[in-house]
C-alpha cells in the first residue's frame, strides 16, 4: 500500500524498497475438470488451519454460501509459500495445499521444480 500511494503522490524516489532473501512460489488449486467443465459448490474443508507463518491462502473462485466456504469457480484458492530455495518454497506450499480438501480438488504438483 505504501508503494501504490507513493505512486499515485509521484513520490517513489522517496520510498526505501526492502528486499528479502529467498523464494516465493504459489500452487493453485482448481476445480475438477478445470479447464474444461467443471462443477461448483462443493464444501471447503481445512481453511481453518493455521498456515504458518511462512504461507499465505488466496482465494479466487470461492462463495460463502450458509457459513461454509464454497467453490464457485475453476481456479478455487492458492497457497504461497516463502522458502530459501524454489525447492522449499514450493514444497511448503504443496504440504500447506494437502490440509485444505474439497470434491475435485486438483492441482499440479509439478510446478517449480523446473527451476532446480
Known sequence: V???TAAANQ???KIKI???PGYACTV???SGG???DYKKGYKIEGLKNDLGLDSMLFHAGTIMENEH???NGGRVLCITSYGDTVNEAV???LIELENITYTGKSYRSDIG????
Do not use: H, R, W
Open 2 to 4: 505504501e508503494l501504490l
Open 11 to 13: 513520490q517513489l524516489d
Open 18 to 20: 526492502k528486499e528479502l
Open 28 to 30: 493453485v488449486a482448481v
Open 34 to 36: 478445470y479447464p474444461g
Open 69 to 71: 466456504v464454497i467453490t
Open 91 to 93: 514444497e511448503k506450499s
Open 113 to 116: 521444480f523446473e527451476f532446480q
